[in-house]
């Protein structure tokens, strides 16, 4: 796709299309969001939303590169945030154009499921990337954090919001007016982070519950999708009134005859709409 984003098609062990294992591709500025990253995120979300044999976006970033001799190791990271020295000079004119109908929000707006697999430091805006996504796995060397504060900033990428709705109101506050990194653990307590493995376990892991959630129903799994994102938009009653129609709406669909009727027979279904 290009060279700051590299994309694997892993086949889906049932023999049906694929999970896109999405690389961020500059290890030696770890991973940072610079404007080629940006638009190369972008092109990736409007591929895998039209490819059909697309099950499942798992998002990642290099491991670090060997440096050159006498040269430390750069750290693992996810994403380090945005590129800083994109922020040199610009005003809000600038950064306005840039910000709006983003990459992070083409990683949200995908009907499909999405996995971010966090190695390292996700900061910043490799935080949003991670809670732009459905599910995070993290090593025990992954660090989160919303350090934009230091630099008389606020988290721009949807940070303020999705973080509020994922850990809450009172730890939203914390992270993003203190700075302060939050370690695996941390992030594994207060509900970032879904499932946190070893380093070694974590490629594995990461696919484990990729390869569960594409062996379902794609119609089933955008419904589902599109249906616990209306309790971040709705209230209470009327998200119950969402899920109700959703869930009558699935009765008339091929994948729930096939589903039932595949548990009726101790049969493995063979999904209609993917
Ligand atoms: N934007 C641009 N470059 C970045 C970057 C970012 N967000 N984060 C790291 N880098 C670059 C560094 O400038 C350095 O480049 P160089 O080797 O050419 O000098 C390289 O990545 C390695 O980072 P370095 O700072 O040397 O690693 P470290 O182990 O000492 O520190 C961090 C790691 C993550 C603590 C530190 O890089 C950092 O604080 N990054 C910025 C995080 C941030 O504020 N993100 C929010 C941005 S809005």
Partial sequence: ????????????????????????????????????????????????????????????????????????????????????????????????????????????????????????????????VACSCDIRIASSRATFGTPEIKLGLIPGYGGTQRLAHLVGYGKAMEMVMTGNNVDADEAYRIGIVNQLVSPDELENATLKIAQTIASKSMHTLRVAKKTIRAALDNSITDGVAIEAEAFANLFDSEDKEIGVQAFINRDTPQWKHR
């Fill in 1 to 128: 796709m290009s060279e700051v984003v590299n994309i694997e098609e892993i086949p889906c062990e049932n023999g049906d299309g694929v999970i896109a294992k999405v690389t961020i591709n500059r290890p030696d500025k770890l991973n940072s969001l610079n404007q080629e990253v940006v638009a190369a995120l972008k092109k990736m979300c409007s591929w895998a939303e039209s490819n059909d044999s697309v099950r499942c976006v798992v998002i990642c970033g290099a491991g670090p590169n060997l440096p050159p001799e006498g040269k430390r190791t750069k750290p693992n990271a996810f994403v380090a945030g945005a590129d800083i020295t994109e922020f040199i000079g610009k005003g809000s004119k600038e950064i306005r154009d840039i910000f709006t109908d983003n990459a992070i929000e083409a990683i949200w707006n995908l009907s499909k499921p999405t996995i971010a697999m966090v190695d390292g430091f996700a900061l910043g805006g490799g935080c949003e």
